[in-house]
Structures are given as structure tokens and as C-alpha cells.
């Protein structure tokens, strides 16, 4: 069976981490042999990929950059039919390192990320290079994979690449045990209680994902009505997200869980999924949530809003904005959409098909 490398910095609990493991499954299924090869052997998901049975083989380097020359001593040893990567830093080792080993293998890099709005917020040097890096590199790839429209218009316009050489595959996130999981019992003592509706959010505590906003939003939907929140997720930002929902007066309706390893049995049993993002690449629990029939309010902030249909399956609000955000959550939670349009749509979104558009972008 041809072998198929997904390479990544490590096994954090990341979309970019979860969707490659997902697509390791799902190539298995179609007759592959999946390995992961990582920067560094660290992350929640290392316990996911050996329960699914897949290889982990770290390059042991303590930076991306410093990967370089490991990675092109891994291809010559283990010589996979194809390369996906997953990571724009990653990308562009993966490309440099088949020209440096001269192997066969096919670079197929995958982009999830608004790299101008990203470089935009981080404002480090090295985004300054990045633009002309990706322009040179890039199209030596066999193949550039988007997860959405809106990351492919961007990458095109931030590294001036043809559009027409970018192909658009959604991450694959509907997984045949995905109402299993969702069933699994929910331990948090606020989703087992139904006379409060609880809205739930997760992410990364970064800046990116704007929960000052999405705090500001519950507090006006506290005002008005019985309604609690959660937050999933870790990051440099708890200690100020803390701080401002003391503030906002609503401490006792709001709390962060922390990091789960699989949010869906608390997505099963909320109200609504709330996302607040700044800009997103795809939006893997936007689908998660409509898998579970559960209505979705988002910021207008890329991936969601084409999930989301432009807001044919969902609310859409404009960035940064707490009032719109608030009034949408509290016309979701007054006008659920129907559960069963909602998992419809989330069909889309299935492993088996995204495995079948990259066989086919592969073929």
C-alpha cells in the first residue's frame, strides 16, 4: 500500500492537528498507510493517534527551521508516496527538503490560515519575509490545498500566486462515530441542567478568537434573561478573560473548563455555539456544532460564514461588534434553527468525502 506523511510542528489540540489525524484515518480506510512525522513528540493528541494505530516519528528539533535537515534525512529513509503538511512554517520545509533529499515524493501543502490577518496581528519580522517565501516556494509544491475560499482569495493576493493553482478542500470533521461521541456523558454540571440555556464557545485564549467581545455579547444577554456561558479552551488570555467577566458582573454565569480533549458532548447539550473570532480560516466547530444540531452564531470572519451558507444555516454578525453579537445569540436562543437542517448541512463535511477529494486532487 503507497504510504501517505502528514507533517506538523507537534500534536497539540489544535484544527490543523485534529484534521490531519482525521484524514490519516480516513486515507487507511482507502487503502493507504498513514504516518505522522512531527517537529517534536509533544501534545494532547499524541494519546489519539496511537489509539488510532498510526505512527508518530519525531524529528526531535527544538524549532520548525531546525527540522530541515532531519526531515530530508527522514524522506531518504522512509521515501513516502506523498507529503501533506499542514502548517504554513511546515509548508515551506517540506518543499525545501524534497529538493535537498531527491526523492519522488509529492509536497502537497495545506493552508488554513488568513496569512495577511495573521501576520497583521503578530507583526514579527518573519512575516514580513514570509509573503516573498511562500510566492517562491509554493509553486514547487505538487499541489496547494485551501480549507476555504476566503484562505484561498488571501493566499493568492498575500503571495501572489495564481488562484487557479489553489484547490479548495474543507476540512473534513463528520466522523462515523461522531453521535457516539456526542453522546458520551457530559460531566460539566451546567449542561445537565435544563432550566438555564448555556451558550458555548471554544478556542484557543488568544487574541484571535476575540472572547472580550463574546464576554461583552453574554453580558447583555444576561441583562435580559437567565443564560450561562462557557468557554473551552487554554492560552495566554485567562487571566484577562477572568478579570473582565468580574468585571462585566457576570461571574457567576460564566466559566472556562479548560482544554477537552473532545467537545462535542458539550456541544450536544448547548443552546448555541457562539463564535467571536477576529478571522477564521475554516471553522471546525462551527461544523461540529450543526453535526449536533445545535444553532450556530458567528462573526462574519471567514470559513464560518461559507459553512454557514452566508447565514442561510446560522447567524452572522460583524467583527467586534458586541451588540450585534448579543442580540443574534438571544434571537437564537428565542428561534432555535431546525436540528435536522442543521446535521443535513454538516453532511458536506464528512471524512469519507474530503479523503476522496484529496485521492482525487492526488490522481
Given at each position: 500500500m503507497p ?5 506538523l ?7 490543523a492537528e485534529r ?7 480516513g ?10 512525522v512531527?517537529?517534536r513528540?509533544r501534545?494532547?493528541?499524541?494519546d ?8 508518530v ?8 527551521l531546525?527540522a530541515l535537515?532531519k526531515?530530508v534525512?527522514w524522506?531518504?529513509?522512509?521515501r ?26 509529492r509536497i ?9 490577518a495573521?501576520?497583521?496581528m503578530?507583526?514579527?519580522?518573519q512575516y ?13 509544491a505538487?499541489?496547494v490545498?485551501?480549507?476555504s ?9 498575500y503571495a501572489?500566486?495564481?488562484r487557479r ?13 461522531l453521535?457516539q461521541?456526542?453522546a ?5 454540571p451546567w449542561l445537565n441542567?435544563?432550566?438555564?440555556p448555556?451558550?458555548v ?16 455579547a ?7 434573561r437567565p ?5 473551552l479552551?487554554?492560552?495566554?488570555k ?8 468580574d ?10 473548563p479548560g482544554f477537552q480533549?473532545?467537545?462535542l458532548?458539550f456541544?450536544?447539550?448547548a443552546?448555541v455555539l457562539a463564535?467571536s473570532?477576529r478571522h477564521e ?11 449536533c444540531?445545535v ?7 471567514g470559513?464560518p460564514?461559507?459553512i ?12 467586534g ?5 448579543g442580540?443574534a445569540?438571544?434571537?437564537a ?9 442543521l446535521r443535513?448541512?454538516?453532511q ?9 477529494h484529496?485521492?482525487?486532487l492526488?490522481?
Amino acid at each position: 500500500m503507497p504510504t501517505i506523511a502528514f507533517y506538523l510542528p507537534d500534536l497539540t489540540g489544535g484544527g490543523a492537528e485534529r484534521t490531519l489525524l482525521r484524514l490519516a484515518v480516513g486515507f487507511r480506510v482507502s487503502g493507504w498507510t498513514p504516518r505522522l512525522v512531527v517537529d517534536r513528540a509533544r501534545g494532547e493528541l499524541l494519546d489519539s493517534a496511537r489509539a488510532d494505530a498510526i505512527p508518530v516519528d519525531s524529528l526531535d528539533a527544538s524549532r520548525t527551521l531546525r527540522a530541515l535537515p532531519k526531515l530530508v534525512g527522514w524522506l531518504h529513509e522512509h521515501r513516502p508516496a506523498v507529503l501533506l503538511s499542514g502548517i504554513t512554517h511546515n509548508n515551506l520545509i517540506a518543499v525545501w527538503a524534497r529538493a535537498l533529499a531527491r526523492v519522488p515524493t509529492r509536497i502537497m501543502l495545506s493552508e488554513r490560515t488568513v496569512l495577511s490577518a495573521h501576520a497583521r496581528m503578530h507583526g514579527r519580522w518573519q512575516y514580513r519575509v514570509l509573503p516573498r517565501l511562500c510566492a517562491l516556494t509554493y509553486p514547487h509544491a505538487a499541489a496547494v490545498v485551501a480549507v476555504s475560499n476566503s484562505v484561498a482569495d488571501d493566499l493568492a493576493a498575500y503571495a501572489h500566486l495564481d488562484r487557479r493553482t489553489i484547490t479548495v478542500i474543507p476540512d473534513p470533521v463528520v466522523t462515523p462515530d461522531l453521535a457516539q461521541r456526542a453522546a458520551v456523558p457530559c460531566q460539566h454540571p451546567w449542561l445537565n441542567d435544563a432550566r438555564i440555556p448555556v451558550i458555548v464557545a471554544a478556542g484557543r485564549l488568544e487574541p484571535v478568537k476575540d472572547f472580550p467581545t463574546l464576554l461583552e455579547a453574554f453580558a447583555l444577554v444576561r441583562r435580559q434573561r437567565p443564560v450561562r456561558l462557557l468557554i473551552l479552551g487554554e492560552g495566554s488570555k485567562r487571566r484577562e478573560l477572568l478579570d473582565l467577566r468580574d468585571r462585566l458582573g457576570v461571574g457567576a454565569d460564566v466559566e472556562l473548563p479548560g482544554f477537552q480533549a473532545d467537545p462535542l458532548p458539550f456541544f450536544a447539550r448547548a443552546a448555541v455555539l457562539a463564535v467571536s473570532s477576529r478571522h477564521e480560516g475554516f471553522g471546525l466547530t462551527v461544523v461540529e456544532a450543526l453535526a449536533c444540531g445545535v444553532s450556530v452564531v458567528s462573526t462574519n470572519c471567514g470559513g464560518p460564514a461559507e459553512i454557514l451558507a452566508n447565514g442561510r444555516f446560522g447567524w452572522l454578525t460583524p467583527v467586534g461588534d458586541a451588540a450585534a453579537l448579543g442580540a443574534a445569540l438571544a434571537d437564537a436562543l428565542d428561534h432555535p434553527t431546525a436540528s435536522a437542517r442543521l446535521r443535513s448541512r454538516s453532511q458536506d463535511y464528512t471524512v469519507a468525502a474530503m479523503t476522496q477529494h484529496y485521492l482525487n486532487l492526488f490522481t
